[in-house]
């Protein structure tokens, strides 16, 4: 398995001059007052204390508290409808009602709650006041952030199959509840779960995923500039087989981004790679992969000039599904993959494998290894806190008590 590193980033082989690149203007509302300023501090992991949640949630835990689910928040179907409660990440004391003609909420931000109405177009909730607002676009979110002054920013996609290349678009939330069509991100990339929306501190957008390629599989950004979308350009890029890319992308790379510092997000993910004379188990129609694949977690740092740093990276194994039913091909198991961003540092979190030990670690852009938060295997959730140096790592699991670990940044 090889690896190119990119300190500036160009969509070609890294043996080709960089061109220059032009720094696109802030497509957001952010301002300099709202800049989340980055300072060195210690990253600490608390003791961790029980987590109480309603019984209706516990109910659904075997549903949804798997360590390798990849949605943020639970749905609970309302008996006698087709309409769905919605236990928010952030507040998973009380389940949230959607209005009337909305089916579910599906993603959340800081202000807003996303979801679909009932004939299939995204409807918009402003969370302070419970005003909704009815687009006309019948799209599929993928994902869903929120710039530092309150304007959210929506990923939707033509289509959820793996099969076809999906044309996104960007949709920008104003306080006001104005949805505003930013323009269309072109993804190649053939895993829909692979796919994000980056937000700089000081208000740069854009859409990172992961494509496959000729001889592995590059982690791409687009960024949202004055005339629309720039050409994609690739941050990240491994060499591996055929049959490693077809399992990566079948599996999902757990794709994950935070913002870094004042002007650079952070992105982690997890290919396959095999070592040499590994053999990869992909399974078949009838029976799943049954032996594990060596794969690597791997963060780096981009500005949306295109200057990447190196990527860390963090060996690690992907195991095989435990139980499957129906009809294959069959991934391997996902690691969890977490993000948030602690006192202006991105940092991520992941349950790691290292021969029967499991645990959950995290690690920032500048660590040379993993860091051990406590051992098990858990449904990964961090949740911000009325503090900007500190978090919340909610520890959740399909039965058995519910848990969680502050991390502070001092």
């Known amino acids: 398995m090889k690896r190119w590193v990119f300190l500036v980033s160009v969509a070609v082989a890294c043996t080709k001059s960089p061109e220059p690149v032009t720094l696109p203007t802030v497509a957001s509302h952010a301002s300099a007052s709202a800049v989340a300023v980055s300072h060195t501090c210690a990253i600490t992991v608390g003791s961790a204390r029980p987590l109480s949640i309603p019984p209706e949630l516990s109910a659904l835990a075997p549903q949804y508290f798997h360590a390798n689910a990849r949605d943020e928040g639970f749905n609970d179907l309302i008996v006698g409808t087709r309409r769905y409660r919605w236990y928010d990440p952030s507040n998973l004391d009380a389940s949230v009602e959607p209005p ?27 969370r302070l006041d419970k005003t909704s607002t009815k687009t006309s676009f019948k799209l599929y979110l993928l994902d869903a952030i929120e ?112 913002s870094e510092g004042s002007d650079r ?53 992907a195991l095989p599904l435990m139980d499957t039913s129906g009809v294959g091909p069959w991934p391997l198991y996902g690691n969890g993959m977490v993000s948030a961003t602690l006192a202006g540092h991105a940092i991520f979190f992941w349950n790691e494998t290292k021969g029967a030990d499991q645990g959950v670690v995290y690690a920032t852009p500048d660590d040379a290894a993993p860091h ?25 699991r399909s039965t058995g008590s519910q848990q969680l670990v502050p991390i502070t940044c001092l």
Do not use: Q
């Open 100 to 126: 009337p003609d909305m089916t579910m909420i599906r993603r959340s931000t800081k202000s807003f709650f996303v979801g679909w109405s009932d004939d299939g177009t995204i409807r918009v909730v402003r």
């Open 147 to 258: 710039d530092a002054s309150g304007y959210g920013w929506l990923l939707a996609g033509d289509t959820l199959s793996p099969h076809v290349t999906t044309a996104a678009h960007v949709l920008r939330v104003d306080p006001s509840l104005t949805v505003t069509d930013m323009g269309v991100a072109t993804l190649t990339g053939k895993d829909p779960w692979d796919r994000r929306l980056a937000n700089t501190a000081d208000g740069h957008v854009g859409v990172v995923w992961v494509s496959e390629t000729t001889d592995g599989l590059s982690v791409m950004a687009s960024w949202l500039g004055p005339s629309g979308f720039a050409a994609p350009v690739a941050l990240d890029h491994v060499v591996i087989p055929a049959l490693a890319i077809e399992l990566s992308l079948r599996s999902t790379t757990d794709l994950r981004v935070a």
């Open 265 to 317: 997000i952070a992105v982690a993910w997890r290919p396959l790679a095999p070592k040499d004379g590994e053999v990869v188990d992909v399974g078949s129609a009838l029976e799943p992969p049954e032996t594990p694949t060596t794969a690597e977690v791997c963060i780096f740092t981009a500005h949306p000039s295109g200057t990447v740093s190196p990527s860390r990276v963090h060996m690690t194994v």
């Open 372 to 396: 051990a938060v406590m051992s098990g295997s858990f449904r990964l959730l961090p949740r911000a806190t009325t503090t900007a140096n500190s978090l919340e790592l909610l520890l959740l």
